[in-house]
């Protein structure tokens, strides 16, 4: 129903910044909330943001709060993800995800369409 691909990643020094896109196909991107989750090597994916359909709402881990935001351009059928202040703990493989319901959630089940991941290396 939708298509996602992430772009962005790469390899940033700790304190340093990145900026993840996810660019969505079809002409319904509006109608989805939009979600980012990493994975880190051994680890479990872990949500990180989340936005509401109309942009006016987020959701953050904790541990990402104050340093990321999550933003999205609906003309563009884009998401975003601004990643600063980074850290080698933030070092994962970084995935996009839309999902059709209109509230958001924080679980990697409550999200139904995903990209192919983006990789994020926070060197120290």
């Known amino acids: 129903q939708v298509q996602l691909v992430e772009s962005g990643g790469g390899l940033v020094q700790a304190g340093g910044s990145l900026r993840l896109s996810c660019a969505a196909s079809?002409?319904?991107?509006?109608?989805?909330?939009m979600g980012w989750f990493r994975q880190a090597p051994g680890k479990e994916r872990e949500f990180v943001a989340a936005?509401?359909?109309?942009?006016?709402?987020?959701k953050y881990v904790d541990s990402v709060k104050g340093r990321f935001t999550i933003s999205r351009d609906n003309a563009k059928n884009t998401a975003y993800l601004q990643m600063n202040s980074l850290k080698p703990e933030d070092t994962a493989v970084y995935y996009c995800?839309?999902?059709?319901?209109?509230?958001?959630?924080?679980?990697?089940?409550?999200?139904?369409?995903w990209g192919q991941g983006t990789q994020d290396t926070v060197s120290s």
């Open positions: 995800a839309a999902r059709s319901l209109y509230w958001m959630v924080s679980t990697v089940t409550g999200f139904d369409y």
């Open positions: 936005i509401s359909r109309g942009g006016d709402g987020t």
């Open positions: 079809g002409r319904t991107f509006s109608s989805y909330v």
